[in-house]
């Protein structure tokens, strides 16, 4: 039951990353906005990153880039949190290996 | 509201950098304490891997509770990422998208709540450009602390003193709203002492048009809770009964 809900959470997740491909709105957000009305916004410098503003450089297609740019964001998430809980496992297994061979 | 690189001074960044690996540094050994502890005894009998042998009757031991806690939490990281990315319009040019802390801190508890957020953040800030890496401490104080950590509080007393439906979807909203609200505010001072631009201007900005984005936001994690209960998902968090 558990991890049909956990891969429904992540289909849905998915869908919404498609749909925000698609759909989302590109006017700024809140604090570009409050920036730009105040005339600090050129005080803003760019961030180097593999998926600059949510696309993929090799798609031009804007709205497929950026929904593949979504899915590949859910799939770094969900491989951080997978590391995690494996990284756990053996750390664990690993101090008590170290525990058993002191007895 | 990612704070972009250039609007923060070192001073600043630092700061909120240190407060932010501090709170989260907490509430990574809260989420540890809680999942060590509050294992059912059920589920050390039902392991089957090769680590159980070595593991024994150990107390911390390799318990799936834990690993399905983590892949929880990722599940509930991965939807928010997605939400985040859709954009609603708000106002006049303006658009605003879910911050999630509160959907987050209800799925997985709040100190959970608050790591999926920064760890959200950190892999927006170092891949999609979406916040600064210099403005990151800043952007997880508010978001994932003020935003999460903190407004889960107000959804908490709220259901402790309407223990009804009432209370749930009413906390839910009131959490929302406020968790948008105090980040902005947040942001606003953090913009301000960094000696970008006046407080007296950013601050009431940045409140009028999260306001708007509040109630979205209120509105969005409302629906969203509801769509988790309909896939059976457990809003539990950390420890059945968060104190």
Do not use: W
Not at chain 2, 122 to 142: E, H, K, R, Y
């Amino acid at each position: 039951m558990k991890n049909k809900t956990i891969l429904a959470v992540i289909l849905i997740s998915i869908a919404v990353a498609v749909l925000a491909g698609f759909f989302a709105s590109s006017h700024p957000d809140g604090l570009e906005k409050v920036a730009g009305g105040l005339k600090f916004e050129e005080k803003s410098k760019s961030t180097p990153g593999i998926f600059v503003d949510y696309t993929v450089s090799v798609i031009t297609h804007p709205a497929f880039s950026a929904a593949l740019a979504g899915i590949i964001g859910i799939l770094l998430i969900l491989f951080i949190f997978r590391s995690i809980a494996f990284l756990r496992r053996i750390v664990l297994v690993l101090f008590r290996i170290i525990k058993l061979e002191k007895k | 509201m990612h704070i972009p690189n250039g609007f923060l001074d070192p001073k600043v960044s630092t700061g909120t950098a240190f407060a932010a690996a501090g709170v989260i540094g907490y509430c990574i050994a809260k989420v540890r304490q809680a999942l060590s502890s509050a294992v059912p005894e059920a589920v050390f009998a039902s392991m089957g891997n090769i680590a159980c042998n070595v593991t024994g009757g150990s107390k911390k031991l390799i318990s799936s509770f834990a690993e399905n806690h983590l892949m929880r939490m990722g599940a509930v990281a991965s939807l928010i990422f997605a939400a985040q990315m859709f954009n609603f319009p708000v106002a006049n040019g303006t658009s605003g998208h879910l911050l999630g802390g509160i959907l987050a801190a209800i799925a997985v508890g709040p100190f959970s709540g608050a790591i999926v957020l920064s760890m959200i953040l950190t892999v927006q800030s170092l891949f999609f450009a979406d916040g600064g890496i210099m403005a990151l401490g800043a952007n997880i104080l508010n978001m994932a602390v003020i935003g999460t950590l903190a407004a889960y509080y107000i959804y908490y007393f709220t259901n402790k003193i309407f223990k009804n439906k009432f209370g749930f979807y009413a906390g839910i909203f009131m959490a929302a709203f406020f968790s948008v609200i105090s980040a902005s505010i947040a942001c606003a001072f953090e913009v301000a002492m960094s000696g970008t631009i006046e407080l007296s201007k950013i601050l009431p900005a940045m409140a009028s048009v999260h306001a708007r984005i509040g109630i979205a936001e209120a509105l969005i994690t409302i629906m969203a809770v509801e769509i988790l209960k309909n896939v059976k998902f457990d809003l539990d968090g950390e420890v059945k009964d968060e104190e």
